[in-house]
């Protein structure tokens, strides 16, 4: 059984669905995410797990129990916001020490419990000070001791590193995945960020208008997206859509207006004339001055029209002459023969059938 089961769960305002028969369950220790636009319902679904909120259909289970009566206090399960809400007028002592007030822990086995905490997320010897005098990053791991430090069976985390710089924001990433192997605990973490997402989780629910649109493992929903918008959400991804015009046991053949018969694996099996979408990955590409030597499923030639230098890899984006654009992306690592293009540079583009994913319709 899992920890934490959502079923049909619904929220309206007014004539708005903001949730919409979403069902998911989280199994003990993961690391779950929900990922998805702004907008798309995530908090208002955080929020009836927390107990902040009711559905207006479904349930939120935990062990099994429904928890439809459980008000927040008395729900296994802790929030991180992202505004850390510390008390600002409490030391960190004072802030740790909150829940386990309101849980009526006997003041003896305080202290032991508050130290506990701070050292989970590595605050040992702050105790004494005030929110104001901390940074931000110290800031979210006082909230996160202060959620973790009466044991619940799960924690929410509501966009907790948005506030902080890049930089920051992937030591804390780290810190996170540390600490929740550490603590054993299974976080909902909930982010619009599909890099962090990817980072961080064990399984992502990719979420659009209120509904879960796919849920798998990172890799999975990386490399093989289920829909137009979770591929073009997760990442850079060129997106081609045409009809089936061919099909040849595993390899279909899509014609895409402006680029031509385009050829991918798929073990589903799609009607000629049926439409379709192939999502193929910038890094899947392989571009080149000289046409490749060996025979590839797909190759066009174009113009680069523009290009992004990013540090360790650089962005082509290359026109063909029907007029699409595809974009490839180019270790900067390649040293040796590596071949760097510039603005108006004719160049070949190559990939296998198996580099790209077909989407159905
Ligand atoms: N109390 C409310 N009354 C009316 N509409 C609401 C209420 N709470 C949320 N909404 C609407 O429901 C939708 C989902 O909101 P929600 O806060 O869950 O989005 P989100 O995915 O968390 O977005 P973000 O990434 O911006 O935080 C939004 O359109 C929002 O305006
Ligand atoms: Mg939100």
């Not at 009566?69 to 510390?86: D, G, I, K, M, N």
């Not at 290009?307 to 992306?329: F, N, P, Q």
């Not at 690592?333 to 198996?354: C, I, N, T």
Request: glycine letters at 10%; charged letters at 20%.
């Amino acid at each position: 059984m899992a920890l934490l089961d959502i079923k049909g769960v619904t929220r309206r305002f007014g004539e708005f669905t903001a949730v919409d028969n979403v069902s998911l369950s989280v199994e003990a220790g993961e690391f779950f995410t929900l990922l998805g636009p702004s907008g798309c319902g995530k908090t208002t679904l955080l929020r009836m797990i927390a107990g902040f909120d009711l559905p207006d259909a479904g349930s939120v289970l935990l062990d099994g129990e429904d928890l439809a009566h459980r008000p927040p206090e008395a729900r296994p399960v802790r929030t991180v916001f992202q505004s850390y809400a510390l008390f600002p007028h409490m030391t960190v002592e004072g802030n740790v020490a909150f829940p386990l007030q309101m849980a009526k822990v006997p003041p003896r086995d305080r202290p032991q419990r508050i130290a506990a905490a701070l050292e989970d997320v590595r605050l040992t010897g702050y105790d004494k000070r005030f929110p104001h005098e901390l940074s931000g990053g110290q800031k979210q791991r006082v909230a996160v001791a202060r959620a973790l430090v009466t044991h619940p069976a799960v924690l929410l985390l509501d966009e907790p590193l948005a506030a902080l710089d890049a930089k920051l924001r992937e030591e804390l990433q780290i810190e996170l995945i540390n600490l929740q192997k550490e603590v054993g605990i299974a976080f909902v973490y909930v982010t619009h960020d599909q890099t962090e997402a990817l980072a961080l989780s064990h399984r992502i629910a990719v979420m659009n208008h209120g509904r879960v649109e796919q849920l798998d493992v990172p890799s999975r929903i990386y490399g093989f997206p289920n829909s137009r918008f979770v591929a073009d959400f997760i990442g850079q991804c060129n997106l081609y859509s045409g009809q089936v015009v061919a099909r040849d046991g595993t390899i279909v053949a899509i014609d895409v207006p402006s680029l031509g018969p385009v050829r991918v694996a798929t073990r589903s099996e799609p009607a000629l004339g049926s439409s379709g979408t192939i999502a193929l990955r910038p890094e899947q590409i392989r571009i080149a001055a000289g046409a490749p030597a060996d025979a590839p499923g797909n190759h066009y030639r174009g113009t680069v029209a523009d290009l992004l230098y990013m540090g360790d890899v650089t962005v082509y984006k290359v026109e063909t002459s029907g007029g699409s654009r595809i974009e490839a992306l180019l270790a900067n690592s390649q040293g040796g023969g590596a071949k760097f293009f510039e603005v108006g540079d004719q160049v070949e583009m190559s990939w296998p059938v198996d580099a790209g994913h077909f989407i159905a319709g």
